[in-house]
């Protein structure tokens, strides 16, 4: 956390930077470490922050007690993002979390009873022991919990990782998928992302937004990813190595600009936030008409949206892959 302090004023004074728009505190998980560790970062930010900006904590519902999510608003912290991933215990139990169904549905209603009116719950689908009656239960206990926002991740299998090669974890299910977006659909949670729905456009992640209108952002701490005026930064994932020299970063990647337009198309089709047709060539605006013949895509004051976004990787990839 020193570490972390140290990177953060020199990025600030090195980018400088005037004023945040929003702070995402991620990881890993925010809710393993004390909240104390917190306090000098909070009073770094205060310059370049004010009662307006959004700032949300990721928490575990095992480590995020009723006093760090206490102390986490009162350093002004004013949206939590809890890593739930199912309310069914045997879910849980195959997914190696260290929370049950009721630790899950305290920590919501705990940051509630503390003044959070911003409250996102994360889901994992495309699980092995995922059936139709169990993601429905796991969805008629969100239908009763106070969030207005809910991201549902399909499962991915990382190298490196537990889960990585194991058969039987993961199985792949659009139609499950389709059903969870149409249900959150029902409850009234709208989609503005593959994997985000929100109760209404005050209750959209900004920070997130910001990532997919491609703004510049901080990355801060051991394995953080910053990107600034097209440079992307990568800090030391070694943690021994990022607390010696915080500053030094593990490799930096200048953008090209196919690489932007590639990441662009992918972030805005994946997003209700869509794509800017004056950045594209005429062979790529050929394609974009045929997509558009072919209700694939909308287009809309020189911009062109997903009809679907479970599609937007393929249309993304037809269109730029003259890059
Ligand atoms: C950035 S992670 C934060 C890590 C989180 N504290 C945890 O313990 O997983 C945010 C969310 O990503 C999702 N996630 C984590 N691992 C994943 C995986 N392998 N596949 C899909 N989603 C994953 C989970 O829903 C998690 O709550």
């Known amino acids: 956390m020193d570490a972390l302090y140290k990177q953060l004023k020199y990025e600030l004074e090195n980018n400088n930077i005037k004023k945040l728009e929003s702070v995402f505190i991620g990881g890993g998980t925010p809710s393993c470490v004390d909240t104390k560790y917190y306090k000098p970062i909070f009073d770094l930010l205060k310059d370049y922050i004010d009662d307006s900006i959004e700032i949300t904590t990721e928490a575990n519902p095992n480590s995020a007690t009723f006093e760090w999510l206490q102390n986490m608003y009162a350093y002004g912290v004013n949206r939590v993002s809890f890593g739930v991933q199912s309310f069914d215990n045997e879910k849980l139990e195959f997914l190696a979390r260290n ?32 059936t139709k009656a169990l993601i429905n239960n796991d969805l008629e206990v969100i239908k009763t919990l106070p969030i207005d926002h809910i991201s549902v991740y399909s ?12 058969s039987e974890v993961k199985v792949e299910d659009e139609d499950m998928a389709r059903h969870i977006f149409e249900k959150l659909t029902d409850f009234g949670f709208k989609q503005y992302e593959i994997s985000n729905f929100a109760k209404d456009k005050n209750s959209q992640c900004k920070h997130n937004i910001g990532y997919w209108k ?29 607390i010696v020299n915080p500053i030094e970063y593990e490799s930096i990647e200048n953008l090209s600009d196919d690489d932007i337009l590639i990441e662009k198309t992918l972030l805005g089709l994946r997003s209700t936030i869509g794509c800017d047709l004056n950045l594209y060539n005429n062979t790529q605006l050929e394609k974009i008409k045929i997509l558009e013949e072919n ?3 909308l287009i809309k004051d020189f911009r062109f949206y997903s009809y679907d976004f479970m599609l937007a990787d393929e249309v993304s990839l037809f269109i730029v892959d003259d890059i």
């Open 99 to 130: 929370h049950n169904k009721n630790h899950a549905i305290d920590a919501v209603m705990n940051a509630q009873k503390i003044g959070f009116e911003r409250i996102n719950c994360d889901i994992i689908y495309d699980t092995f022991v995922d």
């Open 155 to 166: 499962l991915t299998l990382e190298e490196g990782t537990k889960f990585y090669n194991k």
């Open 214 to 242: 491609y703004e510049n952002y901080l990355g801060i701490g051991s394995g953080a990813v910053g990107c600034f005026d097209n440079k992307r930064t990568y800090t030391n994932k070694d943690v021994q190595k990022y």
């Open 295 to 297: 209700k694939k895509i």
